[in-house]
């Protein structure tokens, strides 16, 4: 009689085991199919960052020599930033990606350039305090911010007007 109840016992607790392994098996689906989902999406947006982030840089870049080319800015600012208005989508991609802050992913980004961060910073702590407020904050939305600011100055009239 014993020995029927631990039997029984036993093939209970089979039982009970191999739907908790069905179970287990239908969830660890779920996941592998939601893993493949999201890790699709994350390509598809990481691609899109990509593009989004050239095409911010070829606008920026354009502003910056048209500004150049009209006077707005001076040769010595223009040859330090041309440079990195020409790394603005790499950086992006460090920040998305790498998880790198803006000053980590500009010292990659410019490792190759004659410009150093140094310069970079001499440039921001002549321009308003709007510029020098996103810049200082380090992040991608910032350095954004920062490079339209650069990109076209304010005239002196504008500048006086927004007082």
Not at 143 to 160: D, M, Q, R, Y
């Amino acid at each position: 009689m014993i020995t029927f109840a631990i039997f029984a016992a036993l093939v209970v607790l089979l039982v009970f085991f191999g739907f908790k392994i069905q179970n287990l098996q239908k969830q660890l689906l779920i996941s592998e199919n939601n893993l493949r989902a999201n890790t699709r999406r994350m390509n598809h947006a990481s691609g899109s960052m990509v593009v989004l982030s050239q095409q911010i840089q070829s606008f920026l870049l354009e502003r910056l020599e048209s500004s150049h080319k009209r006077g707005l800015i001076s040769n010595k600012p223009f040859e330090v930033l041309h440079p990195m208005f020409e790394k603005i989508s790499a950086v992006a991609v460090y920040c998305m990606d790498r998880g790198m802050s803006v000053e980590e992913a500009l010292k990659t980004a410019l490792k190759d350039s004659e410009v150093t961060l140094e310069q970079l910073r001499e440039i921001v702590k002549e321009q308003p305090s709007d510029i020098r407020m996103a810049w200082s904050k380090n992040t991608l939305d910032g350095f954004i911010v920062a490079c339209k600011g650069l990109s076209f100055p304010p005239t002196k009239t504008e500048s006086t007007s927004a007082s």
